[in-house]
């Protein structure tokens, strides 16, 4: 029997899941292979599923050779015909147009190559869905690819499970409920965005300025010297190091000097803001 090569062409489209695939098994058992197989460089260019289940029910298909001279808008418009995609789908199919001349140079001759904007004008998708479609191949296991073109995930849930360890991502898209998936991968999500909130806020102040930081910090503060100086020490990141818990009393010393050649009604409005965000920020370190 036969084992047939598939053209990269008819590799843009998702094959038939199983359920399908032994739906088309029982037509063709039962009133024959009624559309022959296409060929072009060898391998099949239109077909690949009933050339997959003729090989299942061991058939020797009827073939025929692709005579015309664009082998890519040939499948094009075979499938899109002949296919129900969802959008996530042609999401995925529209990314892989887009990206189909890498390594094959010969379609920019052949003026076979499209952009993503492109691709998703001619699969009526948004740009974005081929940009995460995008971020699903380069990123994600070929599991949770695999599961968007099977039609089990959409394109933007995969997008953001790709963001995820590559074990977590299997784990994940392993489970055959849909909505347990998807409910899995905003849980995901909203747990890393607490973690980068909350890393943010560390970052915001440093706890454990150095032991002689305090004194060289009540310097500054006296010194007489009408020219802006520097703040005595800040962390790599550019942020002043002060000791916790903050005293609004010194942070309200350090905008007087700051804002000291101001009015007096523009020094106390900035006291009592300063006052204010000293307790906000006091009461998020607590």
């Not at 289940?53 to 015909?81: M, R």
């Not at 609004?248 to 350090?254: C, D, G, K, L, N």
């Not at 905008?255 to 000293?278: G, P």
Request: proline share 5%.
């Amino acid at each position: 029997m036969t084992i047939f090569q598939f053209h990269e062409f008819a590799n843009i489209f998702p094959l038939l899941v199983k359920e399908e695939l032994n739906e088309l098994c029982a037509d063709i058992e039962k009133n024959g292979l009624t559309e022959p197989i296409t060929f072009y460089e060898g391998k099949v260019l239109d077909g690949r599923n009933r050339a997959s289940a003729c090989h299942k029910l061991g058939i020797e298909p009827e073939t025929i050779e692709y005579t015309g001279d664009d082998p890519l808008a040939f499948v094009l418009s075979k499938n899109l015909h002949r296919r129900h995609l969802t959008t996530s789908q042609r999401a995925m199919v529209a990314e892989k147009l887009a990206n189909l001349s890498e390594g094959r140079p010969e379609l920019t001759a052949q003026n076979c190559a499209v952009n993503q904007s492109e691709a998703a004008k001619q699969f009526n998708v948004s740009r974005r869905s081929v940009q995460e479609a995008r971020k699903i191949r380069t990123k994600a296991v070929p599991e949770v690819a695999e599961a968007v073109e099977a039609g089990k995930l959409p394109v933007s849930v995969a997008a953001k499970l790709a963001d995820v360890p590559p074990e977590q991502q299997r784990e994940i898209v392993a489970k055959k409920d849909k909505k347990a998936i998807i409910a899995e991968v905003r849980e995901k999500k909203q747990q890393k965005c607490k973690s980068g909130a909350a890393a943010s806020r560390r970052k915001t102040i440093a706890k454990e300025p150095e032991p002689d930081f305090a004194e060289r910090y009540r310097q500054w503060l006296d010194d007489p010297n009408e020219k802006e100086t520097p703040v005595p020490e800040q962390n790599e990141e550019g942020i002043l190091k002060l000791a916790m818990p903050l005293d609004h009393r010194a942070m309200s010393a350090v905008f007087m000097k700051t804002f000291r050649k101001e009015s007096e009604e523009v020094r106390d409005r900035i006291i009592a803001e300063v006052t204010q965000l000293a307790y906000a920020i006091g009461n998020l370190n607590d």
